[in-house]
C-alpha cells in the first residue's frame, strides 16, 4: 500500500462500552418517570380538577367561594370537623408516644430472636387491609362474640350498639388505627435507633448515664425528625377518616351516621346530592388543614434540617 493510502485509511476505534453508571442512570430514569406519570395522572391532574370544581357553579360558572361558605353552613359540618379533630388528637398522641416507647424498650432487649419476635408481632396487624381490618374489629366490639367480651361486659356495654354508640366512637377508631398502624412506625424507629452510632452510646454509658438518661437526652433528640416524619404521614391518613365510620353505619343499621366524618360528608355530597362542587370544597379545606398542620410538623420537627 502506498504513502497517499495509507493516509486515507480511517483508523480502527475499539466499540463504545457502557459502564455500569449508565445503565443504573437509565433504570432510575425510567422508575422516577413511570412515578411521575402515575403522580401527574392520579395525583396532580384530579387535584387541578377538584379546585375547578370548588371554585365553579355546577354549570362551570365561576362562583367564588360560595361553595366553602354552603359546605361551612351545612347542619352537618361543624359535627364532622368535632369528630375527625378529636380523633386525630387521641390517634397522634397515642401513636407519638406509645410508638415511641416501644421502639427504645424493643431496642434495649439485648436477645435478638425475642426483639425480633416482638418486632413480627407488632408488624403483623398492618398486614390487614383497612376493610379488613375493621371487619375484624367488628366482631372485637361485639360483646356476644367478642374474645375481649366480659372486659366490655364489665365496663357497662352490654351490645354492639351500646359499644358503638357516636361518643364512644373516637377512641375506637384510634384504636384501630394504632393497631394497624403502630406495627410499622415501631419497625422503622427501630431502624432509625439503630443508626445512632454505638459510640456516642458507650461514651454516654461511660460517662455514667443509665438507660432513661440515654433515651431522653440521646435518642429521643436523634428521632426528632422520624418523629416528625410519622406525624405527617399519620395526620394525612387520618383526615381521610372514612372507611371505619362507613362500614360500622352499615354494620350497625345507621346508629353511625354515614356522614361521621368529613370524608363521609363530602361522598354524601357527590353521590347522594349530586353535588361534586361542595364535596370538592370540603375536599379542599381538608388539604389546607392538613398542609397547614404538617407546616406545624415539619418546623417544630426539623425535618429538613441538616444535622
Known amino acids: 500500500m502506498d504513502e497517499d493510502a495509507r493516509r486515507t485509511v480511517t483508523p480502527h476505534r475499539p466499540p463504545a462500552v457502557r459502564r455500569p453508571g449508565d445503565v443504573r442512570s437509565a433504570t432510575s430514569y425510567a422508575f422516577i418517570a413511570l ?3 402515575l403522580t401527574v395522572a392520579f395525583g396532580i391532574l384530579p387535584m387541578l380538577y377538584a379546585v375547578y370544581l370548588a371554585f365553579t357553579t355546577g354549570e362551570g360558572g365561576f362562583a367564588g367561594l360560595a361553595n366553602f361558605t354552603r359546605v361551612a353552613g351545612d347542619f352537618r359540618f361543624l359535627p364532622a370537623v368535632g369528630h375527625v379533630a378529636f380523633y386525630l388528637l387521641l390517634w397522634l398522641v397515642s401513636l407519638v408516644l406509645l410508638v415511641t416507647l416501644l421502639a427504645l424498650i424493643v431496642h434495649t432487649i439485648r436477645w435478638r430472636w425475642l426483639s425480633g419476635t416482638l418486632r413480627l408481632i407488632f408488624y403483623l396487624p398492618g398486614a390487614l387491609a383497612g376493610a379488613s381490618s375493621v371487619l375484624l374489629w367488628l366482631f372485637v366490639l361485639d360483646p356476644t362474640a367478642s374474645p375481649v367480651g366480659g372486659l366490655l361486659r364489665s365496663l ?4 354492639f350498639v351500646q359499644v358503638i354508640m357516636p361518643a364512644h366512637l373516637p377512641p375506637i377508631f384510634a384504636i384501630i388505627a394504632f393497631w394497624a398502624g403502630a406495627g410499622g412506625w415501631i419497625v422503622i424507629m427501630y431502624g432509625a435507633l439503630n443508626n445512632i452510632s454505638p459510640d456516642v452510646i458507650e ?10 438518661q440515654i433515651a431522653w ?6 428521632l426528632r425528625k422520624w418523629i416528625s416524619y410519622m406525624g405527617i404521614m399519620s395526620l394525612a391518613a387520618g383526615t381521610q377518616l372514612f372507611v371505619e365510620p362507613q362500614l360500622l353505619s352499615q354494620a350497625s343499621n345507621a346508629v353511625v351516621p354515614n356522614d361521621y366524618s368529613l370524608n363521609q360528608l363530602a361522598y354524601q355530597y357527590a353521590f347522594q346530592q349530586n353535588d361534586f362542587n361542595g364535596a370538592a370544597a370540603i375536599s379542599l379545606l381538608l388539604l389546607v388543614v392538613a398542609l397547614a398542620l404538617s407546616a406545624f410538623f415539619v418546623l417544630r420537627g426539623g425535618l429538613f434540617e441538616t444535622d
Open 217 to 222: 437526652r440521646i435518642q429521643l433528640p436523634l
Open 203 to 212: 461514651a454516654a454509658r461511660i460517662d455514667g448515664a443509665g438507660t432513661l
Open 156 to 159: 357497662g356495654l352490654a351490645s
Open 35 to 37: 412515578y411521575v406519570l
